[in-house]
């Protein structure tokens, strides 16, 4: 069993940064490939990124790479989601989930079984 807890959200200007942090309970942590998703108002939960459970592998999707990075802290228990040049269709509730296993390129929700509650994400002037 695991339990995420997303922060670090808020209001941005386009063009600007946050940091997202999941924390997790759980004393495997490593044996989860972490992933990032977002839904934005009246669209469907949306495939942001992934990282390998030792953290040296990655996978994004097309319309956050560059801009994006994912990491994470196994001795912390954290996985963060880096946020530059933000867009304002980067706006969402951003969420993290644990997926067992070490296949990363996972896009699908239905591949994670562990989720957060998410934060929000404004990106607006």
């Known amino acids: 069993q695991v339990q995420l807890v997303e922060s670090g959200g808020g209001l941005v200007q386009p063009g600007g940064s946050l940091r997202l942090s999941c924390a997790a309970s759980?004393?495997?942590?490593?044996?989860?490939?972490m992933g990032w998703f977002r839904q934005g108002p009246g669209k469907e939960r949306e495939f942001v990124g992934a990282i390998s459970g030792g953290g040296t592998i990655t996978y994004y999707a097309d319309s956050v790479k560059g801009r994006f990075t994912i990491s994470r802290e196994n001795a912390n228990n954290a996985v963060y989601l880096q946020l530059n040049s933000l867009k304002p269709e980067d706006t969402a509730v951003y969420y993290c989930a644990a997926g067992l296993g070490v296949v990363v390129r996972r896009v699908s929700p239905r591949e994670y079984a562990y989720w957060g509650q998410g934060t929000q994400v404004t990106v607006s002037s």
């Open positions: 759980g004393r495997t942590f490593s044996g989860y490939v």
